[in-house]
C-alpha cells in the first residue's frame, strides 16, 4: 500500500516557473518507481516523468524534456519526488497526479488525487 500526496500547484504566467511535491509514503516506498501524469480538460491523461525507485534513471515526455526535471529525497518510509517545471507554458494547464509503480510490476497502481496548475498566456 502507499499512499501518495501532491503539492504546490497554482496559477503562473507563460514562462514562469513551479515545483510540484509529492509525498510518498509505504512500509515498501523504496521499492517503487513514483510518476507524473496530468490531465488538461477535455484531453486524456498522459504521462511527465518518471523516476526508478534507485532514483538513478529517469524519463520524460518528449513535451517536458528540457524544461522539467524530476527528482526525489529517500525516507524510511517516505519518499518527496519534486517535479521542477520551469519555462512554463500554457498547454501545460492541467491537474498534475503522482502515481507509483512497483519495480517489478508494469502498472501504476496508486494515485494521488493532483494538484492543479494553470498557466496563464
Known amino acids: 500500500q502507499v499512499q501518495l500526496v501532491e503539492s504546490g500547484g497554482g496559477l503562473v504566467q507563460a514562462g514562469g516557473y513551479l515545483r510540484l511535491s509529492c509525498e510518498a509514503s509505504g512500509r515498501t516506498i523504496n521499492d517503487w518507481t513514483i510518476g507524473w501524469f496530468r490531465q488538461a480538460p477535455g484531453k486524456e491523461r498522459e504521462f511527465v516523468a518518471s523516476i526508478n525507485w534507485t532514483g538513478r534513471f529517469t524519463n520524460y515526455a518528449d513535451s517536458v524534456k528540457g524544461r522539467f526535471t524530476i527528482s526525489k529525497t529517500d525516507g524510511a518510509f517516505t519518499v518527496v519526488v519534486y517535479l521542477q517545471m520551469n519555462t512554463l507554458k500554457p498547454e501545460d494547464t492541467a491537474v498534475y497526479s503522482c502515481?507509483?509503480?512497483?519495480?517489478?510490476?508494469?502498472?501504476?497502481?496508486?494515485w494521488g488525487r493532483g494538484t492543479q496548475v494553470t498557466v496563464s498566456s
Open positions: 502515481a507509483a509503480r512497483h519495480r517489478v510490476g508494469d502498472q501504476y497502481n496508486f
